[in-house]
């Protein structure tokens, strides 16, 4: 679709409605970012950390002194 077809079609709209197409068009240029920005970084894999952090054993045990808060 051509610029001319898109400007024929807004001319025939009247000026109250304007703001609503304003509107719609940023949420247009809106969805247009969001997916550039998923196409734009690669997706990171599954695992990539594994082996490199490190969990003490006593993970899950109550911190000393908070026993009464448990």
Known sequence: MSYEVLEKQIRTIPEEYFPEVFNFLELLKYKI????????????KLGGYEGQI????????????FEEYL
């Open 33 to 44: 970012l969001v997916q550039q920005q998923k196409t734009a970084r690669p997706l990171r």
């Open 54 to 65: 490190k969990i003490s054993n006593d993970f899950d045990a109550i911190p000393e002194g």
